[in-house]
């Protein structure tokens, strides 16, 4: 007896291990600057999320967004750094947004094109990933 085998999507936009290599190397003259002109000591390259925590912040922002008045279609992954105020001060780092489409506006589709989407006004973000070890590390860790 054979166990049924479900297919699982396949994302778009995957990329390789050695386009992800590419697109890190490309980065390093921005970091570079970042680092040496800006902050005078090795910035973050990376933020890391625990799987767990993401999947509980994809539940919550669905539900967040139906709250609002939206429909959660997306994430957007936004770069920022730390305020001088907190200890991880001028550290770089990357926060997500939800994104989505009024649930009033009935000329827009979840399928149409991703410019479409729009930050959901008052919907909470996710931050305070765990930087690289060290914080400048390059892909891969």
């Known amino acids: 007896m054979s166990k049924d085998k479900t297919e699982v999507p396949v994302p778009k936009g995957l990329i390789t291990p050695e386009q992800a290599k590419v697109l890190d190397t490309a980065y390093n003259s921005r970091h570079t600057l970042i680092s040496e002109k800006l902050l005078g000591r090795p910035d973050n390259r990376s933020t890391w999320y625990a ?13 967040q967004a139906k709250a609002l008045g939206y429909t959660l279609d997306g994430i957007r992954i936004y770069e920022g750094a730390y305020p001088a105020e907190q200890k991880e001060e001028g550290y770089t780092t990357m926060f997500i947004m939800p994104t989505g489409v009024s649930d009033t506006c009935k000329t827009k589709s979840l399928k149409s094109d991703p410019s479409d989407s729009e930050d959901i006004p008052g919907g909470n973000g996710l931050n305070m990933g765990s930087g690289g070890v060290p914080p400048e590390a390059n892909y891969p860790q």
Do not use: F, G, T
């Open 51 to 63: 799987l767990e925590n993401i999947e509980a912040y994809l539940v919550y922002a669905k539900n």
